[in-house]
């Protein structure tokens, strides 16, 4: 891993993905940046007037333009704050803004990463609304690289937690996460990373937690396994069991046999989302 882009707002969640992204940094040697954005195509959109209604029209349109004025204030201290924080911690992080097209820009601004990291409730300033915010889910989608999503609590410093039942979308979690050091230097603490394979069947689950081992030995990184039969509904199992082991982080890719687009945004990966006190870490 040599370069990691953080999304830059005031939010809670923003807050602990900053400190996060601060500590994969280090952890890594990567180099970090941020970048925030001022977002006003809400304010953009054309209304319809009523008959007479020239009056309202005008005083909407001043309501748009104070509320564009507000936005832009409120970004534009937010790099400098970014930098100063960063360089109490011996860091150099410098910060952009994107004021237009904020969507497509952050998506090529990615393009030039290995690892995204932000809050799961940044939207650049729009009102933030309950769990993982529409942008979040856009840079999960259509970005191209891994992202990590952190709530508003501090990362902890347990092992991390891979949710793994062998399907396509969490092997490649698996190896990215690998190949970017997530789990730290390779040979490092035994126990550092906690497979848990959840499968309807146990001896099936065994097998697929006994190939993600044997592909994490073969990067010097040895791993405690854990296999489950599978539930209905994982996601509350996968929170109690990060809780029981005090997990810093959980990749996934898939767990259930469902379409990519189901598991990225069905009701359960939704639900880890959007309540899951500790980061998750996705790659599409």
Request: hydrophobic residues 45%; proline residues 5%; neutral net charge.
């Amino acid at each position: 891993m040599r370069s990691i882009l953080v999304t830059v707002d005031d939010t809670p969640s923003s807050l602990a993905a900053r400190a996060l992204a601060a500590a994969l940094a280090r952890q890594a040697g990567a180099s970090l940046r941020g970048v925030t954005g001022i977002e006003l195509s809400d304010l953009d959109k054309v209304e319809a007037v009523p008959l007479g209604g020239v009056e309202y029209a005008y005083d909407r349109l001043k309501h748009r333009e104070r509320q564009a004025v507000e936005r832009r204030a409120r970004v534009a201290g937010l790099p400098a704050a970014f930098q100063r924080s960063l360089a109490e911690q011996g860091l150099e992080a410098p910060c952009s803004i994107i004021e237009a097209d904020v969507r497509g820009a952050l998506l090529r601004e990615i393009q030039t990463c290995d690892l995204v990291v932000t809050g799961r409730d940044t939207e650049f300033h729009l009102e933030p609304g309950d769990g993982v915010a529409p942008m979040v889910e856009h840079l999960i989608a259509r970005g191209g690289r891994p992202v990590v999503v952190s709530g508003s609590a501090a990362a902890g410093t347990g092992p991390v937690m891979v949710a793994y039942d062998g399907s396509a979308p969490s092997a490649k979690a698996l190896q990215m996460a690998t190949l970017l050091g997530l789990f730290g230097p390779a040979g490092g603490a035994p126990g550092a990373v906690h497979v848990l394979s959840v499968h309807r069947d146990r001896a099936e689950a065994s097998g697929v937690a006994a190939r993600a081992g044997a592909f994490l030995a073969s990067h010097g990184i040895e791993a405690t396994l854990e296999s489950r039969v599978a539930a209905d509904d994982p996601a509350e199992f996968l929170m109690r069991r990060a809780g029981e082991i005090g997990a810093r982080m959980l990749v996934m890719g898939a767990f259930g046999h469902r379409g990519f687009r189901e598991i990225l945004f069905g009701s359960c990966t939704r639900r880890l989302f959007n309540t899951a006190p500790l980061p998750l870490f996705i790659y599409h």
